[in-house]
């Protein structure tokens, strides 16, 4: 089973602040998506990494694929409180298109 | 343009009934994903559709769970007889192509369901 393991599961910061998530595997992915997900509602893609050592950034957010293709991270700076959700990590596992998701970092950002 | 559309949002039902979900995919988009999402487990996926076929059911819990997709634009989750374990929240989510490299996922809002 390939399994995604993000850490840490809970992160509550200042605004402001700078934080990092991390999603980690003992596989190798083809690919890595970010999503975040707000309460009440369905996850939202952010990106999509490809390339082993791979930085894509998005305004204050910034994804990192390791060069083994193993492992992301994703950074955030400066912190707001739009920024509070629930970060997944998702790779596409085995089969074609079958998408698995880590368990996910809950990140809240207090004003 | 419209994303995956999902009713109920919310259900409340009594142990034994039967519940169906539903889901409307986005226009043009061939592949429609089940996944079912619990504070214990996270997302979970259930059952994934390609060009209306079932692809893979392996998430499936149990037989009192089953889905279809009779067409490309709609698809049913039915839960029968539903336990308080099946609680949950459900989406539906589709991609645009058959899956590719990358498999980005368009999921709708959810149906959140209680089982009492």
């Known amino acids: 089973t390939q399994l995604l393991e993000q850490s840490p599961q809970f992160l509550s910061i200042q605004e402001g602040e700078n934080l990092t998530v991390y999603c980690n595997s003992s596989?190798?992915?083809?690919?890595l998506q970010w999503y975040r997900q707000e309460p009440g509602e369905g996850p939202v893609l952010l990106v999509t990494?490809?390339?082993?050592?791979e930085v894509k950034k998005l305004k204050r957010l910034t994804f990192q694929f390791g060069d083994a293709r193993k492992d992301s991270s994703l950074h955030i700076t400066a912190a707001q409180p739009g920024d509070t959700g629930l970060y997944l990590c998702?790779?596409?596992?085995?089969?074609?298109?079958?998408?698995?998701f880590g368990a996910g970092t809950r990140l809240a950002v207090h004003p | 343009d419209a994303g995956v559309i999902q009713s109920p949002r919310h259900e409340v039902t009594e142990m034994g009934q039967e519940v169906t979900l539903r889901c409307k995919p986005i226009?043009?988009?061939?592949?429609l994903f089940w996944y079912r999402q619990t504070m214990m487990r996270g997302l979970e996926l259930l059952i994934y559709?390609?060009?209306?076929?079932?692809?893979?059911d392996s998430g499936m819990p149990e037989d009192r769970f089953s889905a279809k997709m009779p067409n490309a634009s709609f698809s049913t989750l039915k839960i029968q007889p539903s336990e308080p374990r099946d609680s949950a929240v459900y989406f539906c989510?589709?991609?645009?192509?058959?899956?590719?490299?990358?498999?980005?996922?368009?999921f709708g809002e959810g149906s959140r369901l209680t089982v009492l």
């Open positions: 989510a589709s991609s645009p192509r058959g899956g590719g490299r990358t498999g980005e996922l368009f």
């Open positions: 596989s190798v992915f083809s690919s």
């Open positions: 990494v490809v390339t082993g050592g």
């Open positions: 998702a790779a596409l596992s085995g089969g074609y298109n079958k998408l698995i």
């Open positions: 226009s043009g988009h061939n592949s």
């Open positions: 559709f390609n060009n209306n076929v079932p692809i893979d």
